[in-house]
């Protein structure tokens, strides 16, 4: 039974995009699941004990290095452990919720899950699924095209440094509804909504079928 590691990060637990369009993959998807909501329990941002215990024996860490080790090595456990990955991040301020990011800096480690080549990280070809949901667009020829530093910075942490088989979903304009500004843009709105819903249930469903 394949093991998805799916991982919410937006700080609204109901009216989440991200977290709906991922509910959609998992109604297909019929595997074990490990579920990790970092708004809900955000994990500690990275410490100097974090960074020292890495290159220490464990039978030689300090306490603190001893707490900052254990955290990690759940994480990275867990990250290790799974077949299969579903991440929803919204975008905070161009970039990803910091609560994705010190998730991301506990467990990415060169020469542990990041390879010098995508094809060096023990991830590597594992399927993962990036929900990428945005309140505007960065689309081409869009007015803010090239201040997206969300979907660059996870593609390359997420496929170059831990070597996944990544699909990315974008979803945008998520702020139409509420936005006056952005009102003409609500049937783009409702459509970029439901095409990633539809998208979010065929990638599982096709990931069932491999597995099967
Ligand atoms: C703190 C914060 C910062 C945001 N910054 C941006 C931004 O820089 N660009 C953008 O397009 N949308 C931005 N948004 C809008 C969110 O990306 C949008 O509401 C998205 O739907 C949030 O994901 P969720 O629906 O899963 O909660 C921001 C929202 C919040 C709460």
Redesign the pocket.
Known sequence: MPRLLHIDA???PE??????VAASFREAWTGEVVHRDLAARPVPHLTRDGVSARGVDPAEHSAEQAVAAFLQEELIGELLSADAYLF?V??????I?SAFKAWIDQILIPGRTQGGTPEESPLHGRPATLIA??????APGTPREG?DFAEPYLRTVLADCLGLDLHVII??M??AETVPALADFRDHRRRSIEQAHAAAAERARGLVLQHA
């Not at 009216?15 to 709906?20: C, D, G, I, L, Y």
């Not at 919204?90 to 970039?95: G, I």
């Not at 949901?133 to 960065?138: K, L, P, T």
């Open positions: 937006s700080v609204r009216e989440s995009v991200s977290r709906a929803a919204p975008m905070y301020n161009y970039s919720p949901v945005r309140g505007g667009s960065y201040w979803v945008e998520t702020l």
